[in-house]
RNA sequence: GGAGGGGUGGCAGAGCGGUUUAAUGCACUGGUCUUGAAAACCAGAGUCUCCGCAAGGUGACCGCAGGUUCGAAUCCUGUCCCCUCCGCCA
């Protein structure tokens, strides 16, 4: 959530750079909503200070209230209960107002709306010239990956993994979160699939993206559409000890997403399903730390694709391209022959304060100062089913196998994916 | 699902309609003393909000939300969470 008081006092710079992200902003509204909330809270605190003067001398004298008192106390208290109720009305509309702003893009997002104007800033690796043939196809015919029962039994957009793929997929899994854990120094996390809708707000998918979220009626739980929404969600409310910062955490978890606004894209293989596993990184860190852990994501998201000798490009998002809760961001795309496409498997953001506002989680930074809002950071590192498409399409010999990078082979028990053996 | 108990400041723990402006202890911060430290003693200390240039002050917060009352941590209702026992269950 974007700070009311920031909007006000610079509401031409906060203006402006969300016009970058194409949102207009009604600065006036904004205004004028806070200064009536202010207006009210004057009024009724003065009121309740009369009334708690009053009953303290009653209550200091051992007496009865006079009449004169009651009928007075008693139309006191009715226009504090008056006022309480504009001042509610009030802050629900500013509240509802201001949440469905997105953050405010750092100064040095590039400008644009369309994809277009994201800009490439690496490539690692050699593109494979071979068209070869797509992950449905391999996956089909190793007997590693089955469209139809995902169909038969949940529906479009759901897959099953059998065997080796299975298991390849769990590698990768388990590979990446120790490369987490004991190089990158993060915290492993293995958290709730199934959150409370006020976890949701303060990720920033709540709100205004319901529409992409599975929720149960009877409990009013929401399925994660991503591990992001419960490591933010981890300190909400909280004061954080500032020794333990920065916090890094990464968590291996299923993400379920509704995808109607994909209606009839991607409809072929397993690049955009409802049910997915992702490894996700994580992290509170102090706002001056932010642009440096947002680089050092990156790094440690590429070397994931660079140990699985996958060819990849990073591309910075514009500011139009950028999700809701971002201030910028890099997406890690690797190629995949088969498909002709580059996959998106990863997306690093920087946050800044926007979900530790949302949630309330504050720090200290020394002993009797003032609280501060952390900043928050997220990455995948790294999807897996694009991944896991990847290593298919890039590894795929002229004999049907499929060569399995080489830092795998110790969770995998075995080098290659073969017709014959799966 | 059933029965019972409980949620109070960083922690422990009192208070159960008005001297609560939430006791007391521990931990914490500053100070006195000391060569230094410990101990002792003194003082201070939460979060948020609004007014104010500031100093300072108002108000809210005893799980959360309502209600009763001139006045609520205290009474009532709802709700969430935790604990114990029973039942069911991976």
Not at 362 to 370: D, F, I, L, M
Request: hydrophobic share 35%; glycine share 8%.
């Amino acid at each position: 959530m974007l700070d009311v008081e920031n909007i006000i006092s610079n509401h031409i710079g906060v203006k402006q750079s969300l016009k970058r992200r194409g949102v207009d902003l009604d600065v006036e509204l904004i205004q004028s909503l806070n200064q009536s909330r202010k207006d009210l809270i004057t009024k009724s605190d003065a009121l309740k200070s009369k009334r708690n003067n009053v009953s303290r001398v009653i209550g200091n004298e051992k007496r009865q209230p006079t009449k004169i008192e009651i009928e007075e106390m008693r139309s006191t208290g009715d226009e504090i209960k008056s006022l309480g109720n504009a001042l509610g009305k009030v802050k629900t509309t500013l509240t509802d107002l201001l949440l469905p702003l997105p953050n405010i893009p750092s100064d040095d997002v590039p400008d644009g709306l369309e994809e277009s104007k994201n800009i490439e800033i690496k490539r690692w690796g050699q593109l494979s010239k071979v068209h070869g043939e797509a992950h449905w196809d391999i996956g089909l015919k190793l007997g590693i990956l089955d469209m139809e029962s995902g169909a038969s039994i949940s529906g479009s957009r759901f897959y099953v993994l059998k065997g080796r793929g299975a298991k390849l997929q769990r590698a990768l899994s388990a590979w990446m979160l120790d490369v987490h854990t004991n190089k990158n120094g993060y915290i492993e996390i293995d958290p709730p699939y199934l959150v409370k809708h006020d976890t949701m707000v303060g990720s920033g998918n709540l709100p205004k993206f319901k529409d992409n979220l599975y929720h149960d009626d009877e409990t009013d739980l929401w399925l994660i559409p991503t591990a992001e929404v419960v490591l933010n969600g981890l300190h909400q409310g909280q004061i954080i000890d500032p020794s333990i910062l920065p916090l890094k955490y990464v968590a291996r978890t299923a993400s379920f997403r509704k995808e109607h606004a994909a209606a009839g894209r991607d409809v072929r293989g397993i690049k955009r399903v409802h049910q997915f596993e992702k490894v996700e990184m994580f992290r509170f860190v102090e706002p001056e730390e932010g642009n440096e852990a947002l680089e050092q994501m990156l790094d440690e998201a590429s070397e994931l694709c660079e140990k699985l000798e996958l060819s990849y490009r990073v591309v910075e998002l514009c500011a139009g391209e950028l999700g809701f809760q971002s201030a910028k961001t890099y997406d890690i795309e690797v190629w995949a022959p088969g498909s002709g496409e580059w996959l998106e498997v990863s997306s690093i953001s920087n946050c800044k304060d926007f979900q530790t506002r949302r949630n309330n989680t504050r720090y200290r930074p020394k002993v009797g100062s003032s609280t501060r809002f952390p900043h928050t950071l997220n990455g995948s590192g790294l999807a897996l089913p694009r991944i896991w498409i990847a290593i298919l399409e890039n590894g795929l010999k002229p004999d049907g196998s499929v060569t399995i990078p080489e830092v795998l082979h110790d969770y995998t028990d075995w080098k290659q994916l073969d017709p014959i053996l799966n």
